[in-house]
């Protein structure tokens, strides 16, 4: 799996949840929610400190990751974590990975 961030995604997390240089950001399965990529299933976000991360990216400062245990929910897919300019928020593209076994 591929976790990508775009700069201006980032700095809108860095933004909104007030984080400073050095700071982790978890993304991670969450009951409900919109737009997620298993049914009844969407991505949470959350300050943490990484345990067993399969997937990460560092902007502006943030480590970005997926820990482990959820690695199920992208099932072959990758994510890039976009800014979307109309809705002024981060919005989530998944694309299938090329290269699993």
């Known amino acids: 799996m ?13 933004n909104e949840l007030e984080l400073e240089d ?23 976000v959350r300050p943490d400190s990484p345990a067993e991360p ?13 820990e482990q245990e959820d690695a199920w929910y992208f099932d072959h897919y990758n ?4 800014y979307d300019p109309d809705t002024q928020e981060p919005d989530f593209d998944y694309y299938e990975s090329e290269n699993e076994s």
């Open 54 to 66: 399969i997937a990460e990216d560092q902007q502006q400062g943030i480590r970005f990751y997926v």
């Open 22 to 44: 050095n700071d982790s950001l978890r993304f991670f399965v969450r009951y409900g929610g919109v737009g997620g990529l298993q049914p009844g299933m969407s991505l949470g």
């Open 79 to 82: 994510v890039t974590v976009k």
């Open 2 to 14: 591929i976790l990508k961030v775009q700069e201006e995604a980032a700095q809108w997390y860095k």
